[in-house]
């Protein structure tokens, strides 16, 4: 299940499907899960034992190497992410980039570098699984328990979004319903 809050995360984040819900997980991805858990493992020895405790037992390096590959995986999101960007704007030109998501936004609106997003989308990557992610879950959980409320909902979100294009801020006007789940979630 943990796997899902960081593909959960990760899509809200960077925009990216991390493949968490494939038949065959990539080696990538398995690495950085992996990584995670890693780093919550040896976090407690990490920050509580002595400082020189850190050359002589395996835990903070074990910690660092678990932050390390997690600050990789960011670095290669967002790199794609620039390239993406980068792209839009050779084609389209700056009026005609649409901002698709979150770090979308916070790199066309200046609102954080390239550098600072580096630093910081992977610690919210982390602070995502604790709560967006489960958050996310209790909301799919419940609507599993009410189809029926499943199905209205699908239905007023395929009535009002048109097919094969993601929801806008707009659109959310439009959905009562979703704007009642959603409420209802975060209560």
Same mark, same amino acid.
């Given at each position: 299940?943990a796997?899902?809050?960081?593909?959960a995360?990760?899509?809200?984040?960077?925009?990216? $499907?991390?493949g968490?819900?494939?038949? =065959?997980?990539?080696?990538?991805?398995?690495?950085?899960? $992996?990584?995670?858990?890693?780093?919550?493992?040896? =976090?407690?020895?990490?920050?509580?034992?002595?400082?020189?405790?850190?050359?002589?037992?395996?835990?903070?390096k074990?910690?660092?190497?678990?932050w390390?590959?997690?600050?990789?995986?960011?670095?290669?999101l967002i790199d794609?992410?620039?390239?993406?960007?980068?792209?839009q704007?050779?084609?389209?030109g700056?009026d005609?980039?649409?901002?698709?998501?979150?770090?979308?936004?916070?790199?066309?609106?200046g609102?954080?570098?390239? $550098?600072?997003?580096?630093? =910081?989308?992977?610690?919210?990557?982390?602070?995502?699984?604790?709560?967006? =992610?489960?958050?996310?879950?209790?909301?799919?959980?419940h609507?599993?328990?009410?189809p029926e409320?499943?199905a209205?909902?699908?239905?007023?979100?395929?009535?009002?979004?048109?097919?094969?294009?993601?929801p806008?801020?707009?659109?959310?006007?439009?959905?009562?319903?979703?704007?009642?789940?959603?409420?209802?979630?975060? $209560?």
């Amino acid at each position: 299940m943990a796997s899902v809050h960081y593909s959960a995360i990760c899509y809200i984040l960077f925009e990216k $499907r991390i493949g968490c819900l494939e038949r =065959s997980i990539p080696e990538e991805t398995v690495t950085f899960v $992996r990584s995670i858990g890693l780093m919550f493992q040896n =976090s407690l020895y990490a920050t509580f034992l002595p400082k020189w405790t850190r050359s002589v037992l395996p835990f903070w390096k074990r910690y660092l190497d678990g932050w390390n590959v997690i600050f990789s995986f960011g670095k290669k999101l967002i790199d794609e992410k620039l390239k993406e960007v980068e792209t839009q704007l050779q084609v389209a030109g700056p009026d005609g980039v649409q901002v698709s998501g979150y770090l979308h936004f916070l790199l066309t609106s200046g609102q954080l570098s390239p $550098r600072e997003a580096m630093g =910081s989308l992977p610690e919210l990557l982390m602070a995502g699984v604790d709560t967006t =992610s489960n958050t996310l879950t209790w909301a799919l959980y419940h609507l599993s328990k009410h189809p029926e409320i499943q199905a209205a909902l699908h239905e007023e979100v395929v009535g009002v979004v048109p097919a094969g294009q993601v929801p806008q801020h707009k659109n959310f006007a439009h959905m009562p319903l979703l704007k009642a789940v959603l409420k209802e979630t975060l $209560r």
